[in-house]
Structures are given as C-alpha cells and as structure tokens.
C-alpha cells in the first residue's frame, strides 16, 4: 500500500463548506452585538450628559430656573470628560419643559440609526429609564426618532 500525501478535492471541499457556515453564523450574531454595543453607548452618552448637566445646574442654579434663559450641550462642556463629542453635535440635545414642573432632559436624534439599534433601545428602555416625546409629555422609549433621559 502506497502512503498518501495530501488531501483529496472532495476533503478539502468539506472543509471549505464547514468555514464557510461558521463565518455565516459569525457574521450574524455580530451584527447584533454591534447593535446592543452602539445602543449601551448611546445610553452610556445620554448618562454622561445628565451627570453633567446635574453638575452645571449645582453651579448655575440662580440663572437655570430662569425663565428664557437658553442652555445648550456647549454649556455643559466644562463638567464633561470629552466634551469634543457633545458639543457642536446635532445630534444631542438639551431642553426643558416649558410647563410649571421645569424638568429637563438629555436627548439623543436617533436619524440614521438602524432598527436593530433602536430595538435593543427599546429593550433597556425598562431599566435605563429611557424616554420618547419631549419634555413637556415624554412617553416611555418605544423605537422613535429621538431619546431623552430625565435630568431633573
């Protein structure tokens, strides 16, 4: 009997096909870990912007409650980490009620997101306190354009 060297093309296509069935379910479960990454990063972005508007009203109490008085992300840059990813975005925002309970939010524009992303939103939703709406009559997250957080 002669030793073989070598796999046979029958071999090699098995092997082939078994790669390419696990790079198929790789590329699957990634795409949602990138969506429930992007979504506790959002979240992550939306406590970050509370902690330091919570720190900014400490600070500026007198002129907060001030009616007409206009806060801005750009004026909660000092008491931020990274404040070159907040501020000059469109894409976080900072308002209040314009009702008698004063409350204010933190917010974030979910143009361009994908519904995966706003579907793992929609699912911490519960337990991050996530909102819809604006700050007048926001309504628990439910997959829409913007996401708010109550600051106070």
Not at 15 to 33: D, F, N, R
Not at 115 to 136: I, Q
Request: positive net charge; aromatic residues 10%; glycine residues 10%.
């Amino acid at each position: 009997m002669k030793l073989r060297k070598g796999f046979t093309l029958v071999e090699l296509l098995i092997v082939i096909v078994i790669i390419g069935i696990l790079a198929a379910a790789m590329m699957l479960s990634s795409g949602s870990a990138t969506a429930a990454a992007e979504a506790s990063n959002i979240i992550s972005d939306l406590r970050s912007l509370k902690a330091a508007s919570l720190m900014f009203y400490a600070d500026s109490q007198d002129y907060f409650d001030t009616p007409g008085y206009t806060i801005t992300i750009d004026n909660l840059a000092p008491y931020m980490d990274n404040p070159g990813k907040f501020t000059g975005s469109t894409l976080y925002r900072f308002t209040r009620a314009t009702d008698d309970n004063g409350k204010w939010m933190v917010g974030f524009t979910m143009t361009g997101k994908n519904n995966d992303v706003k579907k793992k939103l929609e699912a911490k939703a519960g337990s991050t306190g996530l909102l819809a709406g604006n700050a007048t009559n926001a309504t628990p997250y439910a997959q829409g354009n913007d996401v708010w957080m109550i600051g106070r």
